[in-house]
């Protein structure tokens, strides 16, 4: 898989975007609800997260903002596992 740069979205309600190799773009992150990943409040999101990816098949989609989303909180399973933010670095 080849890196991809997070930059700010041009919509008004997304946070986000992510251009793939595909040249798909993809919008996320809503701007009113700031990250906090590894800590309880990025495990329930997380949680919420990872039911909606399972209903909807989403979760390995790198087409989804779910997935996106979920990369944002570090995201791993139903937990929240890392304090990192990953915006402006490559993700890989």
Avoid at 20 to 31: I, T
Avoid at 35 to 47: H, I, L, V, W
Avoid at 49 to 71: E, F, Q
Avoid at 77 to 85: A, L, T
Wanted: glycine share 8%; charged share 35%; aromatic share 12%.
């Amino acid at each position: 898989m080849e890196s991809v740069k997070i930059k700010k979205s041009s919509r008004k309600n997304k946070e986000y975007k992510i251009k793939l190799a595909s040249g798909k773009v993809v919008h996320f992150a809503d701007p009113e609800m700031p990250e906090f990943p590894g800590t309880k409040r990025g495990d329930n999101y997380c949680a919420r997260s990872y039911g909606i990816g399972k209903k909807y098949d989403v979760l390995d989609d790198k087409t989804s903002p779910n997935y996106w989303s979920r990369k944002l909180w570090s995201c791993r399973g139903k937990k929240s596992v890392s304090k990192k933010k990953f915006f402006g670095k490559k993700i890989g």
